[in-house]
């Protein structure tokens, strides 16, 4: 058993106690708060550093968060030498592990391989003991690739703990978020990019399902802490993300009524304490232009365009505006092989009508696209990475609407709670989505990931379940305005 999996069962021992006390079927169960004789010890929450690159719209970054004060060196390989930088301090640790100290730097371009020095540093760090961080070839100059050969893509990770009523199991039966994000990571092959497509934090009263890090005795009831994200995301993805540099895409679970802090603390590209308290908060980030070689991906926020109603924090009168705004921004900053990714779907269906007709989401979001200059999206965006709908979905119109509407592929079904499915694909076929026809539906309702890769001329998709198979019918060529020969 490694050093790795020894910290990573340590701090699980918390989910599979409280596994014990509540199911989903059963709803909430009573858990004492006096929690100290079952191994909880808030005083001294178990300490750990992690590391992880991300790419970002400047290049790609390593960024470690620490309960320790100050942060350590990184060493880069450039070529046959090495150079050693100190990482720079985003903003100082609080209470951990209600926050915890955020460290980055810009890789060099030119650097092939980097690791946190570990020798300074007073805590165990993850995912890798070593230090050693995924640096992506395809960004290097003159990379012997252009751009990724295999993106993993997951969404709606979190294990979903609501203020009262059911909620859900967060063991390795009920909540699959580590053997998903375990199959991501090698299967079919390692990935060298990995997408998150929003909404890591789902434990809105943590205390109903506490853990050493969030919802112990001590630690509050708030959900929107580094110990939490940690819990609901970093220690079951830590094998992803010792594999690969991520994208993060915010959710409508990371806008500023709810969490938010925890987003721009951690995740987001442009770290910050006081986003979410400034005023107005910052609900809407504006458009970031990511290289990953020569794939450009377009990262939109679109955590205020929930079809459950806007938080209370987001400008309610300005969402149209702002979005139409947004999506000019998008159509202009197109180039080459180019993606688009939004948390909330552009067009998914989510159910039917009385009538069976198609019920999709997100109508805010199509006025947009009307209201902007082109009036649609740029026919250079290849497809749309969207979640929100706890499901998998791949959607077109068949590729010869007069109005480009690039393929939407939805991948909501990573962990969380899974939505119903109630409806037959093929009987919605040629119904109309936001005005038009559509031209294909495969929908799964299964936890698992997407995998893109592309192996010749043309990009390639695929639906694996949480133990990394193929799911039959979801292989598809991604062709110009649809899939094409799904199998």
């Known amino acids: ?100 100290t955020l460290c980055a730097r810009r890789v060099n371009p030119a650097a092939t391989a980097a690791r946190i020095d570990t020798s300074g540093v007073g805590v165990p760090v993850h995912p890798d003991p070593q230090g050693n961080v995924p640096i992506p070839g395809y960004t290097q100059p003159n990379p012997a690739r252009p751009r990724p050969a295999s993106i993993a893509v997951i969404g709606d990770t979190g294990c979903r703990i609501p203020a009262s009523g059911p909620m859900q199991r967060c063991d390795a039966q009920g909540w699959p978020l580590a053997e998903v994000t375990d199959s991501a990571a090698t299967k079919p092959v390692p990935p060298d990019l990995a997408v998150h497509v929003g909404d890591y934090l789902y434990r809105t009263s943590p205390r109903r399902q506490p853990t050493d890090l969030c919802g112990a005795a001590g630690l509050g009831n708030n959900a929107h802490t580094w110990g939490c994200l940690v819990t609901d995301f970093f220690l079951p993805a830590e094998e992803l993300l010792g594999r690969a540099p991520f994208v993060f895409v915010r959710g409508n679970h990371e806008n500023c009524g709810r969490g938010g802090e925890a987003w721009f603390r951690y995740l987001a590209a442009e770290p910050s304490t006081t986003a979410c308290t400034s005023n107005p908060p910052q609900d809407f980030s504006p458009p970031e232009r990511i290289r990953a070689g020569s794939l450009t991906l377009l990262n939109m926020d679109t955590s205020c365009a929930s079809d459950e109603g806007p938080a209370p924090t987001c400008d309610r009168g300005a969402r149209l505006a702002r979005y139409t705004a947004e999506f000019d921004t998008v159509n202009a900053n197109v180039s080459g092989d180019t993606f688009l990714l939004s948390h909330t779907p552009l067009w998914a269906v989510h159910g039917r009508t009385a009538n069976d007709n198609p019920l999709w989401i997100d109508e805010l979001l199509d006025d947009a696209i009307r209201a902007s200059g082109l009036q649609q999206l740029n026919p250079g965006i290849g497809a749309v990475l969207s979640g929100h709908v706890h499901l998998y979905q791949a959607l077109d119109f068949g590729g010869a609407a007069v109005t480009y509407r690039p393929p939407q592929l939805t991948v909501g079904a990573s962990g969380t709670t899974l939505d119903p499915k109630d409806w037959v694909d093929s009987q919605l076929v040629g119904k109309d989505v936001d005005r038009l026809p559509l031209g294909q539906l495969i929908t799964r309702r299964e936890w698992g990931y997407a995998v893109l890769s592309r192996p010749g001329a043309a990009w390639h998709v695929g639906f694996h379940d949480r133990a990394g198979n193929p799911v039959a019918g979801t292989d598809c060529d991604l062709g110009v305005g649809q899939f094409v020969n799904c199998q």
Not at 9 to 26: H, I, K, P, R
Not at 30 to 41: C, I
Not at 63 to 87: D, K, M, N, W
């Open 1 to 100: 058993m490694t050093r790795r999996t020894v910290l990573r069962l340590g701090v699980s021992v918390g989910l599979l106690l409280a596994a014990a006390l509540t199911s989903a079927a059963a709803g909430p169960a009573a858990v004492s708060s006096d929690l100290a004789g079952d191994g909880y010890n808030p005083a001294n929450p178990p300490r750990m550093g992690w590391a992880w690159t991300q790419l970002v719209p400047d290049g790609v970054q390593v960024r470690y968060a620490t309960p320790e004060a100050t942060c350590p060196f990184v060493v880069e390989t450039i070529g046959t030498s090495t150079q050693r930088h100190q990482l720079v301090p985003e903003f100082q640790v609080g209470a951990y592990p209600s926050t915890a």
